[in-house]
């Protein structure tokens, strides 16, 4: 029979990963009687562990919430878990970084060492809020594996999957980086990394990530451009090249009060010139993309430049009344830049 503290241990494992328990099960997946368990669960009492007791054929335990928070259990990849959550709350602007930052020490201190090691070599930077759509799962795995080679300061290959790419005869060769920095933008993962085959800097999805081991040598770090991984990130997303600031950016004359355009625009400029009507600077990674941002105010807009915006209005009322009428759409134009691409 194991020594009372492993039995405890593993009894609390059991009672935290479902509602209710049959004593009778209990026994069985502890190997122990009916009798030892209800004195184990006497003793986690004692400890304040709120545990119940429910009648029936199949009576048993059940772990409830207590006034108090006692002392919990994880399993590792919970801990791991956990200590990723803390460290994107730390960084999340909700008001609770302090907290999230002095939990995530309280959680580091009682790890055992092989966890903290791994959360030590994780380090994450929430650039953007979770978005509300689902976004694909990466494992916890890729993420450590990851998060590892930028700890340890070592070159990375990994194989990545392109969106609608066909296997053309053969594998693409793997990608070769200098991990930077682990990142989530909307709620999705990024690694960013110096490609030493393209000598640039990349930002890659990591649920596209499949990394391969061995890692390679060590590397010095390079210096990233701007030196803020956040303002960085927020830059390539947006189509610049390091300055932060959109590639496109207009001033349009709107027919609607300053504090409703000021509503439902994130990062824009807007000055009232009267009760009904507005100034609008904004910015967008290409032209069309700035005049449809500005077209979904419900108002009459007046262009005050560039010339390139007000090409871009012309492009998409084109476009808009071959989509009315059915008629062949004007020809796409090259964009000032794509969005961020490995």
């Known amino acids: 029979m194991p ?44 400890l304040g562990y709120p545990i119940m007791t429910f009648k029936g054929p199949d009576g048993g335990y059940r772990l409830e919430a207590g006034a108090e928070l006692p002392p919990l259990l994880f399993d590792d990849e919970q801990a791991v878990a956990l200590a990723v959550a803390l460290q994107i709350a730390a960084t999340s602007g909700a008001g609770i970084e302090e907290a999230a930052s002095r939990a995530l020490n309280t959680v580091r201190q009682v790890m055992p060492t092989r966890l903290r090691h791994r959360i030590d070599t994780l380090r994450v930077t929430a650039v953007e809020p979770p978005a509300t759509r689902p976004e694909p799962p990466v494992g916890g795995g890729v993420l450590t594996a990851l998060g590892a080679a930028v700890h340890a300061r070592e070159v990375l290959r990994f194989d990545y999957a392109q969106p609608g790419a066909h296997d053309g005869g053969g594998q693409a060769p793997p990608r070769r980086v200098q991990p930077h920095h682990l990142v989530t933008w909307g709620g999705r993962w990024y690694l960013v990394a110096w490609d030493l085959d393209r000598e640039d800097w990349r930002t ?139």
């Open 204 to 342: 890659f999805r990591a649920d596209r990530i499949t990394p391969r081991t061995p890692t390679g040598p060590r590397f010095t770090p390079r210096e990233l451009p701007g030196g803020d991984v956040a303002g960085f990130v927020s830059g390539r997303f947006r189509g610049s090249d390091g300055s932060g600031d959109w590639p496109c950016r207009g001033e349009v004359i709107l027919d609607l009060p300053a504090d409703m355009v000021s509503g439902y625009t994130r990062d824009g400029v807007v000055e009232a010139l009267g009760p009904d009507r507005c100034r609008l600077v904004l910015g967008s990674w290409s032209w069309p993309g700035l005049a449809a941002a500005v077209g979904r105010f419900d108002a009459d807009i007046e262009v005050v430049g560039p010339a390139e915006l007000k090409d871009a209005f012309a492009l998409l009322a084109r476009r808009y009344s071959a989509a009315a009428t059915g008629a062949p759409a004007p020809p796409r134009r090259p964009r000032a830049r794509e969005p961020v691409s490995p």
């Open 3 to 46: 020594k009372t503290s492993a039995r405890l241990l593993a009894l609390l494992s059991l009672l935290q990963t479902r509602r209710d328990w049959p004593g009778a099960l209990l026994a069985e997946r502890l190997d122990i009687s009916p009798r030892t368990v209800r004195r184990d669960v006497d003793r986690l009492r004692e």
